[in-house]
């Protein structure tokens, strides 16, 4: 069984940086897209960053400049290098994946085919 498991998140000074990591158990192979989104408390779910197997990266206005994702798709995980953080940045960071290859990484986020369990980051003088 594939599963995603996210880990790094956690308290952090606004200004501050952390760097979530998704790491995939189970044989899988390789992702098509590879994305973290975030849920704050009261609010939906938005996407944060995303990315393909052939390396194209899109990225929320707000986190655009201050988050850098990547991947490393022979090991089927992703990165999320999060700097400046802001409070309007806590959240629980979510990592999902889809094995399918798409022409855009701009995909829906029903399309994805596995999700991660979460990991908080709280960003807080």
């Known amino acids: 069984q594939v599963q995603l498991v996210e880990s790094g998140g956690g308290l952090v000074q606004p200004g501050g940086s952390l760097r979530l990591s998704c790491v995939t158990s189970g044989s899988i192979g390789t992702f098509g897209i590879m994305a973290w989104y975030r849920q704050a408390p009261g609010k939906q779910r938005e996407m944060v960053a995303r990315i393909s197997s052939g390396g194209l990266k899109d990225y929320a206005e707000t986190v655009e400049g201050r988050f850098t994702i990547s991947m490393d798709n022979a090991k089927s995980t992703a990165l999320l290098q999060m700097t400046n953080l802001k409070p309007e940045d806590t959240a629980v960071y979510y990592c999902?994946?889809?094995?399918?290859?798409?022409?855009?990484?701009?995909?829906?986020?029903?399309?994805?085919?596995?999700w991660g369990q979460g990991t908080q980051v709280t960003v807080s003088s």
């Open positions: 999902a994946a889809v094995r399918r290859r798409f022409t855009s990484v701009r995909i829906p986020a029903s399309a994805y085919d596995y």
